[in-house]
């Protein structure tokens, strides 16, 4: 089986969100194509999904400015500005994604002690979510991963994919996902590389 994880398209990390990434919104429109034309047989979707008092936010740090380094449960932790708040419309994914389409939605940085970038557990490794049981259920072979951000939470969601779920192929698309910072992209897409995560575009994969 084939499966599809779209990370993290929500209005927060589009243009108008609390954390933009720059043309984050361009995503969309291919990442609907992937859905109608990408012979997918499940389509996944992550959502940041935090409670106002993330620990991740700047705003809970005295003396810190978003974009700070901080700490967060004694890690290394980027203070980033409250953004995805549950139930808020900056937790929502893009009006114009193709959400029917979704078969599984996983949730995550729900914790406020620990910030959650991969879809498929806490940045300390301790608590899993449900994607990886979700996918093996589903017998899922391939996995091609893209969204927001590439040095993000795109980047750990593909690496915990090889990790987490030996035998799979997992792939980048790379056209498919934006990035904050243009040499995190770059650092990024080496690593998921040496990593054994396939990099690849949209047109190769509808082209099939
Ligand atoms: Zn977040």
């Known amino acids: 089986m084939k499966a599809l994880l779209l990370v993290d398209i929500q209005n927060g990390f589009c243009p108008g969100g609390n954390l933009p990434v720059a043309h984050g919104d361009e995503v969309v429109a291919i990442a609907n194509r992937l859905i ?3 012979g997918y047989d499940v389509i996944t979707a992550s959502q940041d999904w935090h409670p106002a008092n993330h620990g991740s936010f700047a705003s809970q740090h005295a003396g810190k400015k978003p974009f700070d380094m901080g700490e967060l449960s004694g890690q290394p932790q980027v203070m980033w500005p409250d953004h995805c708040v549950q139930g808020t419309a900056d937790a929502e994914f893009h009006p114009d994604l193709n959400v029917e389409a979704i078969d599984y ?7 406020p002690a620990v910030d959650s970038y991969s879809a498929f557990r806490d940045n ?10 979700y996918l093996r259920a589903q017998q899922v072979s391939e996995l091609d991963v893209c969204g927001l951000a590439t040095d993000y939470c795109v980047k750990f969601s593909a690496l915990d994919a090889v990790e987490m779920l030996p035998g799979v192929k997992v792939r980048f698309i790379s056209d498919a996902s934006r990035g904050i910072d243009p040499e995190g992209v770059k650092a990024a897409i080496e690593e998921m590389k040496t990593k054994g995560v396939g990099i690849i575009t949209s047109a190769e994969i509808l082209a099939d």
Do not use: F, I, R, S
């Open 36 to 38: 109608e034309d990408g």
């Open 105 to 111: 939605v996983q949730q995550k940085g729900e914790n």
């Open 124 to 133: 300390d490794q301790a608590a899993l979510t449900g994607l990886a049981g």
